[in-house]
């Protein structure tokens, strides 16, 4: 058992369960805390990860809803030269449910490379599918926000951030950012990284190239780079409150506040399954809508199959439920090594679900 620290927030009577889950987090997972020169407090902003994907999704879809694309569409429609290499085909809805077999370089590369966006996208464009696209899923950890913001710039004509800001944060009042300036930093918690590597299953070819290869993942640069560079899989920062927020999008039939964001077709399209299946990156059977990962097969988003959302590297995770009509978001200081259902948002989300 671990000390309690002070716990400051909003719970009504009817969620009592959450707020003692929460400080269980803290004295039984444990949660821990790291030493923060500025108190967490509701304007801390915590980097989530893949969690950003659920908003990268989103965007995507907002850009569907204006008639700017279509998921049956090639992605080579609007982005010629991804057509190389035998990857003219893939479909739009294929690239964002990770079947276009890109999950990384096919070929060792500097992890500086990445803060490059323009070579990033000639060498993935150029690059061979790993395995048959349409045929199998394989987790994208980072390439799929550079292939989804390049489609998205050429669909829109702005980044993802640019859009976020201008059609959420602005109008919304999200604090959520893809690309954080430089003056926003000092909002930033300090995380502690897991003690171990998380579980990948057997490693191969494809999840070396994914996940362990010494150019999957951005390197070279400082923190201050990286928080400002636009990595809408990777890189987004934000509260829990206002990821919540953003999910309700897909809780309450693609309103917002009282405003329609996505209809009811464009909601379905997007959130319905579009391949089942062994991974071939990470080591779970998992049904993914474009872009998110459905609650049928991992049940990691409380009871109800249909609920959809994403996690993030240390545990952090997003997710709507249309058929409870609720979202929720959970971020820590704190990594763990769970690529996916960290147990301590599972104890969340359960008392959550216990009062509902």
């Not at 918690?189 to 003690?195: S, W």
Request: net charge negative; hydrophobic share 40%.
């Amino acid at each position: 058992m671990t000390t309690l620290p002070d716990i400051h927030g909003v719970c009504p009577p009817r969620f009592a369960a959450v707020k003692d889950a929460f400080a269980a987090n803290f004295t039984e997972a444990p949660e821990g805390l790291n030493e923060q020169a500025v108190p967490y407090g509701p304007e801390t902003l915590t980097p989530v990860f893949s969690t950003g994907k659920a908003v990268m999704s989103l965007l995507i879809a907002t850009a569907v809803e204006r008639g700017k694309l279509s998921y049956d569409e090639p992605v080579s429609t609007l982005w010629p030269a991804f057509g190389q290499a035998g990857k003219d085909r893939v479909t739009v809805a294929q690239m964002m449910s990770h079947q276009a077999g890109l999950p990384g370089f096919s070929e060792t590369v500097d992890p500086s490379i990445w803060f490059d966006r323009a070579a990033v996208l000639e060498r993935l464009a150029a690059q061979a599918p790993m395995w048959p696209p349409g045929t199998a899923s394989g987790y994208h950890p980072i390439t799929i926000g550079f292939l989804a913001g390049e489609l998205f710039r050429l669909a829109d004509g702005r980044s993802m951030g640019a859009a976020l800001r201008e059609d959420f944060a602005g109008p919304f009042g999200l604090d959520l950012w893809i690309g954080l300036p430089e003056s926003e930093h000092g909002r930033v918690a300090a995380l502690r990284k897991p003690a171990s590597a998380p579980d990948l299953g057997t490693i191969d070819a494809i999840k070396t190239s994914a996940f362990l290869d010494k150019g999957s993942a951005p390197g070279g640069r400082g923190s201050t780079e990286w928080r400002t560079m636009e990595m809408p899989s990777a890189n987004l920062h934000g509260t829990a409150l206002d990821l919540a927020r953003i999910m309700g999008v897909l809780a309450n039939g693609g309103m917002l506040d009282g405003q329609a964001v996505l209809s009811p077709g464009v909601l379905a399209e997007m959130t319905r399954e579009r391949i089942h299946g062994r991974d071939k990156v990470v080591p779970f059977d998992v049904s993914w809508a474009a872009g998110l990962m459905r609650n049928e097969g991992l049940h990691i988003f409380g009871p109800n199959p249909t609920a959809v959302g994403h996690c993030g590297w240390g545990g952090s995770c997003a997710f709507a439920d249309a058929d409870a009509g609720v979202s929720g978001a959970y971020v820590m200081t704190r990594q763990s090594p769970y690529l996916v259902g960290d147990p301590r948002a599972q104890r969340l989300i359960g008392a959550l679900y216990e009062g509902l």
